[in-house]
């Protein structure tokens, strides 16, 4: 099933984590098929939040789609996250030169790049060495308009495969709700959320919880950080690198640690 697209423009292979009838991917999978060769890998249903997580205690479907109105663009649907349809994306359709997750539906913002599905599936691109852009955009409260978002993940894109990414970094980006007043190149701000635990019990009388929240973000006055950037209306661009390690503490801890 590798290689299903020969062509001398560059492949790209676009994934999400709303779905493969999300209006978010479809908007950017018609943009970027201006750009290059297009597949389209996407989960069947709605994995938001659901982190970098990968399937491996049961077998996973990867199945063509052609009623998800991407017209002659090759579209795929598998019941598993984010980070799996990146995973058999590379390893079924052949390694293609970029990976675009998105449009989100709603903003990636400060912690919470840690579960979002959408960047997930970038960091898994940047795992299997390819550059990466993870796309998402705030609502208004009323419907998406997506197509300004995906015209500009185009632009984006074709910069990107012309010039590359440094090794394990990739772009997060936010787009605010309604016509950009410009772009920034943000760094990752301190936006989370408190969480709140709600217990109430089903009609026999059993206990459940909804895991519930409050948004907060401290530093959202500042132009410099991705949040505040979205939140005065501006695309948010942010070079986020998978480096977990803290360099700076090495020679402290190395310090303290006990000896076996």
Request: aromatic share 6%; charged share 20%; with cysteine.
């Amino acid at each position: 099933m590798s290689d299903l697209l020969p062509s001398s423009r560059p492949r790209i292979l676009v994934a999400n984590d709303d779905g493969i009838f999300s209006p978010g991917i479809k908007a950017l999978g018609l943009a970027l098929a201006e750009v290059g060769d297009v597949v389209v890998v996407a989960p069947d249903v709605e994995q938001s939040a659901v982190g970098h997580g990968i399937t491996i205690r049961r077998p996973l479907r990867f199945k063509h789609t052609a009623s998800a109105g991407f017209g002659d663009i090759p579209a795929y649907r598998v019941d598993g996250t984010p980070a799996d349809c990146v995973v058999l994306g590379v390893h079924l359709l052949g390694r293609p030169d970029l990976v675009v997750s998105g449009i989100n539906l709603g903003p990636n913002l400060g912690d919470d790049l840690t579960h979002s599905g959408t960047v997930a599936a970038a960091i898994e691109g940047l795992a299997l060495g390819l550059p990466a852009i993870a796309l998402s955009q705030r609502s208004n409260g009323g419907e998406y308009d997506f197509a300004p978002s995906a015209a500009y993940a185009a632009r984006l894109a074709r910069e990107v495969l012309a010039r590359g990414l440094p090794p394990r970094v990739l772009l997060n980006v936010n787009f605010p709700a309604g016509t950009p007043r410009g772009v920034r190149v943000t760094r990752v701000g301190e936006h989370r959320w408190e969480d709140t635990i709600l217990t109430r019990q089903d009609p026999e009388g059993r206990e459940y919880h909804w895991v519930a929240g409050q948004s907060t973000a401290p530093d959202a006055d500042d132009p410099a950080t991705d949040y505040g950037a979205v939140d005065a209306g501006y695309i948010s661009v942010t070079p986020v690198r998978l480096d977990l390690t803290a360099r700076d503490l090495l020679d402290e801890v190395a310090s303290y640690v006990p000896e076996v």
